[in-house]
């Protein structure tokens, strides 16, 4: 079995990660191949078709990128490998919600529409109504005022809700259309570690830091840190505004309370 690195760029946004990758591995002494995504290609005959049956295989909840639909077709024909080895191991221990909102304080608690203005853009009474009706459910099953005494409910909502809802369907529906893939390590005992971390220190990446650190130094040698580029203090603002506002829209319901 030949093993190797590969990364991809369909679109400007993943040039960054792609990029580092490939430095990183020569440093390392390592394969790496880079794919970059064709603008043209025959087979892109049958997108509108495969538009199709991806937003249908994602639960038809949205539309799919443009790119993630090309680079999803091109490897379905041009596969680079027969399994990818994929590592999420890189979003343990991060105060995420911190970071992409560019807020310091959440409230304590928390409440429906505060979820429903996380999750997504939803527009319309109804929908408004019966998303909080869910998240308003779900917070009444599963967690109770005590459960948030010793841990930031950011925390739960990322790793419990938000990451392995979205990250789920995108590697199922997603991902594994082009080829298999496997995650070798059990999520929940990383994150359970990882939480035992002061907050302060995982608002900073500095977990993801140390571990590269302790386990492979010739990688920290390299000095390359990589950074989201359409995650702008512009795009920050917007997020948190909304946020804020929508959070506040509801429609026949008061707002929870532990």
Not at 241 to 250: A, C, G, P, Q, V
Request: proline share 4%; net charge neutral; aromatic share 18%.
């Amino acid at each position: 079995m030949r093993a190797w690195g590969f990364s991809y760029i369909s679109n400007v946004d993943e040039s960054v990660d792609a990029y580092a990758a490939k430095e990183i591995l020569v440093h390392l002494g390592l394969e790496h191949e880079l794919y970059e995504i064709p603008e043209k290609w025959d087979g892109y005959k049958d997108l509108p078709v495969f538009k199709k049956v991806m937003e249908c295989n994602n639960g038809c909840i949205g539309a799919n990128n443009t790119n993630d639909l090309k680079k999803r077709l091109y490897f379905t024909e041009n596969p680079p490998c027969d399994m990818e080895i994929k590592s999420w191991v890189n979003e343990m221990g991060r105060g995420w919600y911190y970071n992409k909102y560019n807020k310091k304080k959440f409230p304590q608690y928390p409440y429906a529409s505060y979820w429903r203005a996380m999750h997504k853009v939803y527009v319309g009474k109804y929908l408004i109504k019966e998303t909080d009706n869910v998240f308003a459910e779900y917070l009444r099953k599963y967690y109770d005022k005590k459960t948030f005494d010793n841990l930031s409910w950011l925390e739960l909502y990322f790793w419990e809700f938000a990451w392995s809802g979205g990250e789920g369907i995108f590697l199922t529906t997603e991902h594994r259309v082009s080829y298999d893939i496997t995650i070798p390590f059990n999520n929940r005992k990383y994150v359970e570690l990882m939480l035992t971390v002061p907050l302060e220190k995982r608002k900073v990446d500095d977990i993801p830091i140390d571990l590269i650190t302790y386990m492979e130094p010739r990688i920290a040698e390299t000095g390359i840190t990589v950074h989201d580029i359409s995650h702008t203090n512009f795009r920050a603002f917007v997020v948190r505004n909304y946020l804020e506002i929508f959070s506040k829209i509801r429609f026949g319901r008061k707002r929870e309370k532990f």
